[in-house]
């Protein structure tokens, strides 16, 4: 970040009218503080952590490859068809 200039301004209507005297140009990239507001509070959900790494074992995952994900989806509805 370069230069901060900071400026009082006023909103109205929806708008932030500054003093005649601000010269920002176009499309420049402003951050407004606003004293006094009810902030939104935004919430933050962390990962779970492990306590004890020597735990990690117990979450490892175990892969189990089921034989009808690999039939083509034509083969697997006359397959489920046939067993009705």
């Given at each position: 970040m370069g230069n901060v200039a900071t400026?009082?301004?006023v909103v109205e209507n929806g708008h932030v009218k500054l003093p005649a005297d601000a010269d920002i140009p176009e499309k420049a990239r402003v951050y407004v503080l606003v004293p006094d507001a009810d902030a939104q509070r935004t919430?933050?959900?962390a990962s779970p952590r492990l306590v004890h790494h020597e735990?990690?074992?117990d979450f490892?995952?175990?892969i189990i490859e089921?034989?009808?994900e690999t039939l083509p989806n034509f083969l697997l509805c006359?397959?489920?068809r046939a067993s009705l």
């Open positions: 400026y009082e301004g919430h933050y959900i735990q990690a074992k490892e995952k175990q089921d034989a009808t006359n397959k489920l």
